[in-house]
């Protein structure tokens, strides 16, 4: 199934306090106007948010280009060029 294209919520991943046994839903369509967190704008996209739940108290870097291999984390997709980004 094709979906519509996923945007680029930042250039640079924010870093987030999680705390243990909270449940968070990441944004991975990069519509939400609530980021790194999903406010349902991803509706209809065929694109779902990324749920998870925290495993301990951590301190954390989201990814917001929306581009990590390891979502919801960051892994440095955002250095990349974008000519280097496999289409």
């Known amino acids: 199934m094709s979906h519509?294209?996923?945007?680029r919520a930042g250039n640079a991943p924010?870093?987030?306090e999680l705390?243990?046994?909270e449940t968070y839903?990441?944004?991975a369509c990069g519509r939400s106007?609530?980021?790194p967190w999903c406010d349902g704008s991803?509706?209809?996209t065929g694109i779902d948010p990324v749920v998870f739940v925290a495993e301990r108290n951590d301190i954390v870097f989201l990814c917001m280009c929306k581009s990590t291999e390891s979502p919801p984390l960051c892994d440095?997709?955002?250095k990349r060029r974008k000519e280097d980004t496999p289409t």
């Open 4 to 7: 519509s294209p996923i945007h």
């Open 76 to 78: 440095g997709s955002h």
């Open 19 to 21: 705390k243990e046994g």
């Open 25 to 27: 839903t990441w944004c």
């Open 33 to 35: 106007e609530n980021q």
């Open 14 to 16: 924010v870093r987030i």
């Open 42 to 44: 991803h509706q209809g």
